[in-house]
């Protein structure tokens, strides 16, 4: 370390230490996943695990590529765990793309994957059918499959008729909520870094009680639809397997009003 004939820091040194201390001070203040967000160029939000609303019900199901597991997590709590996992990588990656989530009226989740050869239309690969109480499977039978990927709408229409939708402006999202005729903003976000490669996808997906709604900028997001709405990470890296699913415009994640994900699951 520099120092004067007399032994004591030249005063350059001290600012540089002090400068240093401040940053990391500054670093440590904004946490582990505020300084991720803001390295990545996205506008930082708690993690629902870490920031959890016990007002919030329901259970948002997603993929987990690094597992290649369907899981899910609880809205109030931020619980997680697997209810299906894939048995090794998919046949035909690359043209087999998924999964589709989507919860069917007796409760079960539906797991679809599509095939989608070059030049051609996509058409249904496989579908399971999970109970996510009992952890039973069943394989839906070819002749029985969707024909094709649904078209998400432009709004998602709420439970008592609401409607939201989701723009980019100036690389900003922005949420709004619309009913009677009258439009209230949910969300506007700081600026996106157009090193993010944000990729914001067009269907937002309300919770059945209508208290929230699920929504991708390629983390997986939550927003509370009341006055003073709040923003949490659901999950930072939602995935999904297939060279073009993005393309498909489907949708990778679910939401159910019941609670699936209990203590120490």
Partial sequence: MEQTQSGRMRPGVWVAGAAVLVVFVVLAGLGYQAY???????PGYPSLADSPDADLVGTIAYYDAATQCVR?????????ADVYCLDGTPEGTGRINGPQLAWRP?????VTAFDW????????A???????????VEEVPDGDLPEAPPVPPAAAIG??????TLTLRDNRLVIELIANG??????????YSTDFGLTPSNELLWSPDGQYLVFSDGRLLLTTTEESSTTRIVVESPGSFGCCYASLG????????????????
Avoid: F, H, N
């Avoid at 899910?72 to 997680?80: I, K, T, V, Y």
């Fill in 36 to 42: 991720r967000d803001w390295a990545r160029g996205a």
């Fill in 72 to 80: 899910l997590m609880d809205a109030s709590a931020g619980r997680s």
């Fill in 106 to 110: 007796d409760g079960r989740l539906e």
């Fill in 117 to 124: 050869p070059q030049g051609e239309e996509p058409t249904s």
């Fill in 126 to 136: 496989w579908q399971v059918l999970v109970d996510a109480t009992t952890g039973d």
């Fill in 159 to 164: 439970p008592d008729g609401q409607q939201a």
């Fill in 182 to 191: 009258e439009s209230r903003t949910l969300l506007t976000s700081e600026k």
């Fill in 250 to 265: 489907v949708r990778s994640y679910a939401v159910t009003d019941a609670t699936l994900v209990i203590e120490g699951s």
